[in-house]
């Protein structure tokens, strides 16, 4: 079994699309509606994956990225996707329940109910920032819904797709669940999938939102974007400093959810700033050891060498946050720093940043703090510091985002009873929790007919039978 994994691996290729697509759409029509046994099963198979290979998982993601810390992992990529599967295993013979649904006054005996259907054949498009969990939570959502699936990894994330696709070649057969290493996105996107699930760039997703239109196939995207992050003048600056940090410099700050920019009250900048100058140096006193991670590539990294020029040259104030750290070129280890007096020509507010880089804006009134986060893109999480429940009622109900979490950053995506998504630029659908289920479900409205005549009323000629049944249809209240 092990060679053949092997091979599946060295022969995967662009006309493997099709094949396997092939297999699995064949496999579908022969079994379209799995039982909650067998969808527990494949769920199980994906928890044994990970918990077998802990150690070896988070090795391969560390060779992906030249260096990332392995607690790193096993904390925020495990441990939250077996988390998620073993949440779906207990809930999805509830999730696959029909619903009944209230019957027309006209037909009242009759009955009405919805039944959640597995679509088909599932695409799944995985970003290299967090390969595993960005894999995990869709595929969680697929096989609970019972849905065959295919996966395409990023080119990033080479050494973790070679190793899964022969893990998963061992337990699933092709035709339920496939890995394919060294596809081409173009290919893997153009074919007539039932659902296709993207996670990455918006310019990106628009591509494949494009190809995906060719053959009418329904897309889910989680596309990133600008997070505000936003201090409310009651709350603990040094409080929210440490919470927000963590957040933005995990992963060296490689996460489609974490703090783009600060909003902080125009008194109290530089009390932030003073207290990220301290907490920082404690967690990483040297960005070159093994707790902070590198940047993805050579092409990431110069991205955001020019963007911290960039700053600087207009007029921005760049304060490093670790005393003596240095770019390490050879290891890509890009030391923290946060910016001050940032402007709307500058690429650091322009763009999504995907980095440690930490902009820091000032505000008057909370007012202001509206009128500028919803002058821009909607973006994938919104973060508010405050105990004042008007504060938070005012910036919750006047923005919009893919998602919210209060006092703290980025942890709404782990909650796994809670749907994720984006909203306009930062994406569309939701995956994780009982929502995810029915993205990539086909919800299906049945109607079994009454017993007694109720629809034979409607029949024509039309006469004055039917001017009164109007009327009287139209006086009835529930």
Known sequence: MAQTAQLRVIHSAENECERVYNLQRAAYLRHPYPTAEERRANLAKLEGIMVANVDRIAEMIGKDFGHRCAEETKLLEIFTSVDGI???????????????????????TGKNRVIPQPKGVVGIVVPWNYPLFLLMGPLTSALAAGNRCMVKMAANSTNLCQFLAAEFAKVFPEDTVA?????????FSSLPFDHLLFTGSADAGRNVMRAAAENLTPVTLELGGKSPTVICDDFDVETAASRILYAK?????????APDYVMVPKGKRDAFVAACKRILPQRYPNPGDSSYTSLIDEKAYRRLRTTLEDAAAKGAEIVPLVP?????????????????????????????????????????????????????????????????????????????SGGVTVNNCVLHVAQHDLPFGGVGSSGMGHYHAHEGFVELSKMRPVHSNAKLPGAEQLYPPYGKKHSFMFNMLLKYKR
């Open 86 to 108: 073993r949440d779906a295993k207990k809930k999805v013979a509830k999730w696959m329940a029909p619903e009944r649904r209230h019957v027309s006054f006209l037909f009242a």
């Open 179 to 187: 890995i394919l290493p060294g596809v081409k996105g173009t290919d």
């Open 324 to 400: 003596g750290a240095e770019f390490d070129d050879k290891l890509r280890k890009f030391p923290p720093h946060v910016i001050l007096n940032p402007t709307e020509d500058m690429m650091v507010m322009r763009e999504e940043i995907f980095g440690p880089l930490l902009p820091v804006k000032t505000y008057e009134n909370l007012d202001e703090v509206l009128s500028y986060v919803n002058s821009r893109d909607r973006p994938l999480g919104f973060y508010l510091f405050t105990n004042d429940k008007v504060s938070e009622d005012k910036l919750i109900y006047g923005t919009i």
């Open 249 to 257: 410099y995990v992963n060296a700050g490689q996460t489609c959810l």
